[in-house]
C-alpha cells in the first residue's frame, strides 16, 4: 500500500510556495470584483443574496469556472509529476508503478481539496462581511432563479444540500481536468508543455461541460448526478489510461523541466 | 519539517493580508452605497423587479402546494458597513476642516453671482431635468384624472400645441411663422412618441422593438434636415429651432443607439442569471442620464418654438422649464383640493408600495402656493388671451 510517508514526501516536495502565493492573491482579487458587482446588483435593485448564496454564484459562474479558476489550478498542479532527479528513486522505493502513480494521484487529490477549501473559504469570509448568513433560501435568490429558467421544484432541498453538489460537480471537474494534465506530464516529461496542453484541452472540457450539457444551470439532484457520473466514469478511464502509460514508460533519473 | 513550516507561515501571512486588504475594500463599497442617495431612478427599478419577481413567488406557492413542502424563504439585507478607525493625525483634520470651511464660503459666494446673473440674463434651460430630485411616492396616490389634471396645466403653460396657435392666429404672417415652427416640432413629436410608449413596459424592451424605433428615428431625422435645410431665411429663430431639433434627434438617437447596445449585451450574456441585474444597472449608470440629457435638449428646443407661438400674445401664463420640473416634482402644488401623502418623505429612503398611506381628503382648500396663484393668474391670462383673438376675428369678419 502507498504509506503515508511516501504521499507526505509527495506533498511537501511538490507544494510550490511562490504559485500558492500567487493563487490565493488572485481568488481574493477575484472574490473582490464578483462581490462588488453584487453589492452593486443589491444596492441598485434592491436584490439580495445571502452570503451562501452569493458563493454559489461566483464560484458557479461559467466565465470565471472556464477562465479564472482552471488556469490558476492547473498551474498549481501540473509540477506534481515532476520530481527532481530522485524521481526515479521514488519509484523503487514505493516498489511498484502502480503506487508510485496511486500516490500521485493521492497528492493531486489532496491539492484539490486544498484549493477548492481555500476557493470556497475565501469567497464565502469576503461575502459573509456583507451578506449576512442563512440556512434556508434568500426569498430574492428563489424567485430571481425561478425567473430565469430553474423549476421551483429544485429549492425543496436545503441551500446546503443544493450548492454542495454543485460545489462537488465543480470539484470531479476540476479533478477529471488534473488527472488529464497528469496523463500529459507522463508523456511529455516537461512542465511546460504539460501545462500548455492540460490547459487548452481543459477549457475545451470546461467548455463542452458549461455550454453543451449545461453544467452550471439546472439545480436539481438528478442533473447533478448524472453529469458527476460522466466525469467520474471519464477519472476511472484517465486513470487506467496513466496507469498503462506509467508501466510502459522508463523511469530515467530526470530533472524537473 | 522546518521549512515547511516556514512554508506554511508566509502562505498564512500573504493569506492574512489578501483578506485584509479585500475587506478594507468591501468595506469601502458598502460605505458607499449606504451614502449614496436613493433618486427615482432606484424607486423605478425597484418597482419593476418587484413586479417582474411577482411570477416567481406565484409559481413558488404553487409548487408547494403541490408537493406540500413548505420551501423555506427568508428576507435578507446588506449588513451595515464595519466601523472604520478613527484617523490619528488631529492636526491634518483641523486643516481639511478649515480648508472645507473655505471652500463652501467659496461656493456660496460664487452661487449668489451665479443667482445674480442668472436674474439679468435670460433663464437657461440647462440641467433643468438633471437636477431633479423627483420621489415615486408622490405619484402612488395620484389618480388618473390628477395626472390629466397635470398634463392638461403642462401642456397649457409649457408644452404648447403649437397647431392650436397657428389655428387660432389672425395675422397671415405670424400665422405662416408658427405652422412652421409646428411642422418643424411635429418631426420631434413622431420620433420620440414610440418610445413614450415602449417606456410603459419594461418587460417588452429587447433590441428587436428598439430597432425600428432608431430606424425610424433616422429617417425623421433625415428628412427632417433635407426638408428644412434652407429654412434660415425665414428667420434667425428658424435657423435656431433647426439647430435645435437636429441637436434633439442626435442626442435621440445617440440613447437609443445605447439602449440597443445594452440589450445586445444581455441577450448574449451567458449567465442569465445575472440580464436583469446588468439591465437595471446599465439603465441607470448609462440610459437615464442619457435620457435626461434628451430631456434638456426638449426644453431648449420647446423654449425656441414657444416664442413663436406666443408672438401677438399675452405670455403671463408661460411657465419657465424649472417651473415645469418644480410641478413634476410635487404636483399637488397645482391640484386643487388635494394635499400630499401623509407618508413621510426621507431623502434617502424608498418608501414601498405597501407603506404608502391612502391621501387624505378635506374639505377645505391647502394654503395657496405662488405657483398656484400663478397658475390661476397664467391661466385666466391665456384663456383671455385666445378670447381677444377670437373677439379680434369677430370684429375683422363683420368688417
Not at chain 1, 473582490?32 to 458557479?60: H, R
Not at chain 1, 465543480?170 to 494534465?181: D, E, R
Not at chain 2, 435578507?76 to 478649515?98: R, S, Y
Not at chain 2, 397647431?163 to 387660432?168: D, P, S
Amino acid at each position: 500500500m502507498v504509506t503515508a510517508k511516501m504521499i507526505r514526501y509527495n506533498i511537501s516536495e511538490s507544494f510550490n510556495l511562490v504559485r500558492w502565493c500567487l493563487t490565493i492573491i488572485a481568488f481574493a482579487f477575484a472574490c473582490v470584483v464578483s462581490v462588488a458587482k453584487y453589492i452593486q446588483i443589491s444596492d441598485m435593485t434592491a436584490i439580495t443574496f445571502s452570503s451562501l448564496e452569493i458563493t454559489y454564484l461566483i464560484l458557479n459562474d461559467t466565465v470565471s469556472i472556464i477562465y479564472i479558476y482552471l488556469p490558476l489550478y492547473l498551474f498549481l498542479i501540473c509540477g506534481i509529476m515532476f520530481d527532481d532527479n530522485f524521481g526515479s528513486l521514488e519509484v523503487i522505493k514505493c516498489q511498484s508503478r502502480g503506487k508510485w502513480l496511486v500516490g500521485k494521484w493521492v497528492t493531486l487529490l489532496f491539492y484539490t481539496l486544498l484549493f477548492f477549501v481555500a476557493l470556497f473559504t475565501l469567497n464565502f469570509l469576503i461575502s459573509d462581511q456583507v451578506f449576512p448568513f442563512s440556512a434556508s433560501w434568500s426569498s430574492d435568490f428563489l424567485k430571481v432563479q425561478v425567473t430565469m429558467g430553474q423549476s421551483a421544484r429544485n429549492f425543496i432541498y436545503t441551500p446546503f444540500q443544493t450548492i454542495g453538489l454543485s460545489l462537488g460537480s465543480v470539484f470531479s471537474l476540476y479533478l477529471a481536468v488534473g488527472m488529464l494534465s497528469m496523463v500529459f506530464s507522463l508523456l511529455t516529461h516537461k512542465e511546460a508543455y504539460a501545462l500548455f496542453l492540460s490547459l487548452i484541452i481543459g477549457i475545451l472540457t470546461s467548455a463542452v461541460f458549461v455550454y453543451v450539457l449545461d453544467f452550471t444551470s439546472q439545480m436539481s439532484v438528478a442533473s447533478f448526478a448524472w453529469r458527476n457520473g460522466i466525469l467520474f466514469a471519464s477519472m476511472v478511464l484517465t486513470f487506467i489510461g496513466a496507469l498503462w502509460i506509467t508501466y510502459k514508460r522508463d523511469f530515467n533519473i530526470e530533472r524537473k523541466e | 519539517m522546518i521549512r515547511n513550516l516556514m512554508k506554511l507561515g508566509v502562505l498564512a501571512a500573504v493569506t492574512g493580508f489578501s483578506l485584509n486588504f479585500a475587506s478594507q475594500t468591501i468595506n469601502e463599497m458598502v460605505i458607499a452605497v449606504h451614502k449614496r442617495e436613493k433618486t427615482i431612478a432606484d424607486a423605478i427599478i425597484k418597482q419593476q423587479v418587484q413586479e417582474m419577481l411577482k411570477e416567481a413567488e406565484k409559481e413558488i406557492e404553487k409548487v408547494q402546494e403541490e408537493t406540500k413542502i413548505e420551501i423555506k424563504q427568508e428576507e435578507v439585507a446588506i449588513k451595515p458597513p464595519l466601523p472604520q478607525k478613527p484617523k490619528k493625525d488631529k492636526p491634518k483634520e483641523e486643516k481639511v476642516e478649515e480648508e472645507k470651511v473655505e471652500q463652501v464660503e467659496v461656493a456660496e459666494v460664487q452661487d449668489e453671482m451665479i443667482i445674480e446673473e442668472s436674474e439679468q440674463t435670460e433663464v437657461t434651460v440647462d440641467g433643468a431635468a438633471t437636477d431633479a430630485n423627483l420621489d415615486m411616492t408622490t405619484y402612488y396616490a395620484l389618480t388618473k384624472e390628477d395626472i390629466t389634471y397635470i398634463g392638461e396645466y403642462l401642456v397649457d403653460h409649457y408644452f404648447l400645441f403649437g397647431y392650436e396657435y397657428y389655428q387660432a392666429e389672425t395675422d397671415p404672417v405670424r400665422y405662416a411663422r408658427k405652422k412652421l415652427a409646428s411642422d418643424m416640432e411635429d418631426h420631434v413629436i413622431g420620433s420620440i412618441g414610440d418610445s413614450l410608449t415602449l417606456l410603459r413596459d419594461m418587460k417588452s424592451l429587447n433590441s428587436a422593438t428598439l430597432t425600428p424605433l432608431a430606424e425610424n428615428a433616422h429617417l425623421l431625422a433625415a428628412q427632417f434636415k433635407e426638408t428644412y435645410k434652407d429654412v434660415s431665411s425665414q428667420g434667425e429663430e428658424f435657423a435656431r429651432i433647426y439647430e435645435s431639433v437636429n441637436s434633439f434627434m442626435d442626442t435621440y438617437l445617440a440613447t437609443l443607439n445605447k439602449a440597443e447596445e445594452t440589450f445586445k449585451m444581455l441577450e448574449e450574456t451567458t449567465n442569465k442569471a445575472l440580464v436583469l441585474p446588468m439591465l437595471l444597472k446599465s439603465m441607470n449608470q448609462d440610459l437615464l442620464p442619457s435620457v435626461k440629457d434628451v430631456l434638456n435638449e426638449g426644453f431648449d428646443l420647446k423654449e425656441q418654438t414657444n416664442k413663436i407661438y406666443i408672438e401677438g400674445l399675452e405670455a403671463d401664463f408661460l411657465i419657465t422649464p424649472e417651473e415645469v420640473m418644480d410641478i413634476i416634482e410635487n404636483p399637488y402644488s397645482i391640484l386643487p383640493n388635494k394635499v400630499p401623502p401623509t407618508t413621510p418623505n426621507e431623502p434617502n429612503t424608498v418608501v414601498l408600495e405597501e407603506e404608502i398611506q391612502p391621501p387624505v381628503t378635506t374639505t377645505s382648500k391647502p394654503a395657496e402656493s405662488d405657483v398656484l396663484k400663478e397658475s390661476e393668474v397664467g391661466h385666466a391670462t391665456h384663456e383671455e388671451a385666445t378670447n381677444l383673438q377670437s373677439e379680434e376675428t369677430l370684429e375683422s369678419e363683420g368688417n
